[in-house]
């Protein structure tokens, strides 16, 4: 079990950029994928990005590819969102997730953390 705590959240105006950290704890962090999705008011969650045990490989979104990049740092059991050119539309709770797998699927992640705020001023 893997419990994370997103951070990086914030307020900012259309083109911007923010860098969203999930901080993990537990033993299988090094182990596990690791992947980014968001919700938006009344809309359901969607895949953002995920990255694989090793970081070796990724992948993302189609309304997010280019503009986002998910890194990872298993030394410091932290994985990161970094967002440029941010669009109102990328407005949500932004929630890390820890998996088995490398999936775009969120069932197949077993670990969430809280999320954190992400909203886009156009």
């Known amino acids: 079990q893997v419990q994370l705590v997103e951070s990086g959240g914030g307020l900012v105006q259309a083109g911007g950029s923010l860098r969203l950290s999930c901080a993990a704890s537990?033993?299988?962090?090094?182990?596990?994928?690791m992947g980014w999705f968001r919700q938006a008011p009344t809309k359901e969650r969607e895949f953002v990005a995920v990255?694989?045990?090793?970081?070796?490989?990724?992948n993302y979104a189609d309304s997010v590819k280019g503009r986002f990049t998910i890194s990872r740092d298993n030394a410091k059991n932290t994985v990161y969102l970094q967002m440029n050119s941010l669009k109102p539309e990328d407005t949500a709770v932004y929630y890390c997730?820890?998996?088995?797998?490398?999936?775009?699927?969120?069932?197949?992640?077993?670990?969430w953390g809280q999320g954190t705020q992400v909203t886009v001023s156009s």
């Open positions: 997730a820890a998996g088995a797998r490398f999936a775009v699927d969120g069932t197949r992640y077993n670990d």
């Open positions: 537990g033993r299988t962090f090094g182990s596990s994928a």
């Open positions: 990255i694989s045990w090793s970081g070796g490989a990724t």
